[in-house]
Structures are given as structure tokens and as C-alpha cells.
């Protein structure tokens, strides 16, 4: 048998990270909303037979996204569920780096998005953001602005107590 690579068994836009892929009660609401708040292209979509979408695809800034309705039957068969029927909360938080995390906050806030954290830069040498989409999903978006070496992290996050 052919030894196999990593880099042949998988595609490029998945070979170096966990893909989030999130349910929501409409997502074809919800892909607007990231369209028009992070800057998201749609690449891919499956209608499912009955309505909604059963599994779509964005990219914002360089990540990829998984989405899909948590109200279709497919969806419900394997037990996904949307923020909403969980009393709003959620133990995921997306984190995206964006070349310019303010105009980001701005343009998602426009969009909608609650901001739970103003952008602020951080001891650990990124400008963050974050902020809760309409869906209910958590959000961490990020610029980098300084290389921190682990020695700082360390002496920035004592000094903050």
C-alpha cells in the first residue's frame, strides 16, 4: 500500500486547523449578517430538500466556517442545536484574526453584533474585540500588534493582579 501524507488526505483550506461548524435557527440570515459584519464570502451551500440550509461554508479574514439551520430534520437527528434553544448560551468562542480589529468592531456592530468588550489591546500583544452575533454566537476577533515573549506574558499578567 502507498504511504499516504496529511497534505494529500486533506485540502489546503482545512490541513491546518479545527473547523468550527455552528448551528443556527436561520442561516441564511445569519450568513448575511457575517457577510455584512466580518466581511464573509459564502463558498459553498446545500439547500436542504425540505427548506433551510443543511450545510454551508464562508471564509472570513482566512478561516472557514461551517453552518447550517439546527431546525432541519438532519440537523435534529444528530442532536445540533442553535444558542437560542440552549437559554442563549454557549461554551464555544470563535476566534478570527482580522487585519484591522477596529473597523471590524465598527462594521459588526452596524451590522447588529452586541460588543461585549470594546477593542482594546491586551497583555498578550493582540487588539481584541469581542462580541456576540444575533445567533448567539461568541466571538474574539483579533490584531496582532506585538510578539510577547512568555517571560512578559508572564510579568504583564502578575502586574495586573
Do not use: C, N
Amino acid at each position: 500500500m502507498a504511504e499516504r501524507t496529511a497534505h494529500i488526505e486533506i485540502p489546503g483550506r482545512y490541513r491546518y486547523a479545527v473547523i468550527p461548524h455552528i448551528m443556527v435557527d436561520d442561516a441564511a440570515a445569519a450568513i448575511d449578517f457575517y457577510r455584512r459584519a466580518f466581511g464573509a464570502r459564502e463558498d459553498f451551500r446545500v439547500d436542504a430538500p425540505d427548506g433551510g440550509i443543511l450545510h454551508a461554508e464562508i471564509t472570513i479574514g482566512q478561516s472557514v466556517l461551517m453552518l447550517g439551520d439546527a431546525s432541519v430534520d438532519e440537523a435534529e437527528a444528530g442532536s445540533f442545536a442553535a444558542p437560542a434553544s440552549l437559554g442563549g448560551g454557549t461554551s464555544v468562542t470563535l476566534h478570527v484574526f482580522v487585519p484591522d480589529v477596529d473597523s471590524l468592531a465598527e462594521r459588526a456592530e452596524a451590522a447588529g453584533a452586541e460588543i461585549l468588550q470594546p477593542p482594546t489591546d491586551m497583555f498578550h500583544g493582540d487588539r481584541t474585540v469581542i462580541l456576540k452575533d444575533p445567533s448567539g454566537h461568541m466571538w474574539v476577533f483579533l490584531t496582532h500588534v506585538e510578539d510577547v515573549s512568555e517571560e512578559e506574558l508572564r510579568r504583564r499578567l502578575a502586574a495586573a493582579g
